[in-house]
């Protein structure tokens, strides 16, 4: 069986892509980065995954609010862990809100109980 050059260099590229990663996967359109919100809350759950990490906070009347996270591995490099956040931990946060109106964000930074501030992207 004989297999032309074309065919070769086809297939090479190919099985080059296979290695690489996906360095956008979605856009950051959905957030409104012109508005910043602060505030106090409640973890109620960190959610330590990939592709995105989320922190859900409640504030003081109980509304709840879905922020979203760089991945798990970028964290790690700016200092985050698997445990560094637990239901039940006052955190205060900043993050840009949803354009659509909905309790969310993208997290842009958060101060541990304790006093530590990390990024989130």
Known sequence: MKISR???LGLGAALSLIGVPATAHHSFAMFDQTKL???????AKFQWANP??????????????????SSPNLM???GWKA???????????TFYPLRNGRTGGMLKEI???TGA???GW
């Open 6 to 8: 074309s065919s070769l």
């Open 37 to 43: 919100i602060e505030m106090n809350g409640t973890v």
């Open 52 to 69: 995105h990490t989320f922190v859900i906070v409640k504030d003081a009347k109980g509304t709840v609010f879905t922020l979203e996270c």
């Open 76 to 78: 790690t490099h700016q």
């Open 83 to 93: 445990n560094t956040l637990a239901a039940g931990d006052k955190v205060h946060l």
């Open 111 to 113: 101060t541990l109980p």
């Open 117 to 119: 501030t990390l990024r």
